[in-house]
């Protein structure tokens, strides 16, 4: 497995299809005594979620950020987008793997491989957000052990996703 900052010559493989998930539970979140707590909800009946595709160029991820890509010889089989921001944590964008070959430490890779560039360029760290919904990705960062840090409970209010909940989710 080959792990690369994405360049100009990665444009044709820059655009990898988001694949379906299982959403089976959720993390709900508290604060006690200054610290978040957690506990897991788990759904009697599993659902499955596709995010939409987004197209995107290099120029525009390098606007914004920068990417890291997995490659099994000359294809892109994991995908980590990370985006500039006014804080001293580069923001996770973006992280997929193809079905096939996850539950192989790819996206773990590729967050570490985020983290050492964003480090090099100044950032303190990492975080991202995930729905509280999505079980499966809260615990997949709390085992690369992100940290929660915020949690937002009304930016899905008056949207069809309405009930829903941010997490953020911080890794030094």
Known sequence: ???RQLSKRDEKTLNMKNEPFDLFGRLIIEREQNRWIHKEELFQKKERMTFPDEK???EEIEKK?????????DEIVGLAI??????KYAYLHDLKVKGSYRQQGIAGNLIEKGLWQAKKQGYAGLYTIAQD???????FYLKENFVVGGLN????NHTAQEGKADIYFYKE
């Open 133 to 139: 919904n999505n079980l499966g990705a809260c615990r």
């Open 65 to 73: 950020g920068f990417a890291i890509g997995a490659y099994q010889e």
């Open 82 to 87: 990370f985006h500039d921001d006014w804080t």
């Open 56 to 58: 995107m160029s290099i």
């Open 153 to 156: 409970t009304h930016g899905y």
């Open 1 to 3: 497995m080959e792990y």
